[in-house]
T-cell receptor, first 111, second 112 residues
């Protein structure tokens, strides 16, 4: 059974720092991995999707990598800003085309 | 702009009083999903529709029902809400041939 883990559960860093959020999964047989952002009390915003055949995707200050063999993905945020404060969730799509979710990392960027 | 819309954004109901949440989409996606998300937890899939083909997750309580009358609309009915059903309910859509899911803003349900 696929399990997705995100560590740390919470992270607080000063504005301007580069940071990395981690996501690990137990079964490498995935179709894709998706990173989402969720602001308090709001819905989910898709940030990046990495197909199983890809190694990374980039959007602006965000870069997501995927290493299926080790069951890991990272989300790199460059030059962090207070507006980046949110909960970041990763989810993998399994062989049943369902998303298996991590519990999220709550990120706080201090001005 | 093409989007996923959920109404209402906030819903208060009484214990045991039926409630219906709605979702509409202008993306023309053929797959629609309903998730339940409790505080500080990951979303939990309740149902999904592939076109009109309904798929119920094995552990979704019978208290939850869903309807998809057409491509654009999907409804979540909670027949007898309990205090444990208070949560954020998220609707999402995707194209069957493209895996990325797009989420609505959610409906926060409070049960008194």
């Amino acid at each position: 059974k696929q399990e997705v883990t995100q560590i740390p559960a919470a992270l607080s860093v000063p504005e301007g720092e580069n940071l990395v959020l981690n996501c690990s999964f137990t079964d490498s047989a995935i179709y894709n991995l998706q990173w989402f952002r969720q602001d308090p009390g709001k819905g989910l915003t898709s940030l990046l999707l990495i197909q199983s055949s890809q190694r990374e995707q980039t959007s602006g200050r965000l870069n997501a990598s995927l290493d299926k063999s080790s069951g890991r993905s990272t989300l790199y945020i460059a030059a962090s800003q207070p507006g980046d404060s949110a909960t970041y969730l990763c989810a993998v799509e399994d062989s049943n085309y369902q998303l298996i979710w991590g519990a999220g990392t709550k990120l706080i960027i201090k001005p | 702009d093409a989007m996923v819309i959920q109404n209402p954004r906030y819903q208060v109901t009484q214990f045991g009083k039926p409630v219906t949440l709605s979702c509409s989409q202008t993306l023309n996606h053929n797959v629609m999903y309903w998730y339940q998300q409790k505080s500080s937890q990951a979303p939990k899939l309740l149902f999904h529709y592939y076109d009109k083909d309904f798929n119920n997750e094995a552990d979704t309580p019978d208290n939850f029902q869903s309807r998809r009358p057409n491509t654009s609309f999907c409804f979540l009915d909670i027949r007898s809400p309990g205090l444990g059903d208070a949560a954020m309910y998220l609707c999402a859509t995707s194209r069957a041939e493209a895996p990325e899911q797009f989420f609505g803003p959610g409906t926060r349900l409070t049960v008194l």
